[in-house]
């Protein structure tokens, strides 16, 4: 078992957030070419976007529906809450979610 000192550092680039220090999640839509939504969580929205767009680590549902355009996105907290918050996103109908990306525009 490696000691303490030989253990590897978080990854530096991890957006960290709060007086905690603990990472902090984003919930999202984007609309994609094709007008559909897709609805995720992340900790850096502008880099997940251009993993969406570039096809590679994207989700599989947006892969054929490229380019894809945040349309919404909001701080929701740790991840329990994020996948908490995007399980009721998930379940809103779609004029509920166009509803919510009209209000904060």
Do not use: W
């Amino acid at each position: 078992m490696p000691t303490s000192a030989a253990r590897s550092l978080p990854n530096e680039s991890y957006r960290f957030a709060g007086y905690n220090g603990r990472r902090m999640y984003f919930l999202y839509i984007v609309t994609c070419i094709d007008g559909s939504l897709y609805t995720g969580i992340t900790t850096d929205v502008k880099k997940r976007i251009k993993e969406h767009n570039e096809g590679k680590v994207g989700a599989k549902y947006t892969r054929s529906r490229l380019p894809v355009f945040l349309s919404y996105s909001r701080e929701v907290g740790e991840r329990p809450e994020a996948l908490r918050e995007e399980y009721k996103l998930k379940q809103l109908s779609r004029a509920q979610k166009l509803a919510l990306i009209k209000l904060q525009k």
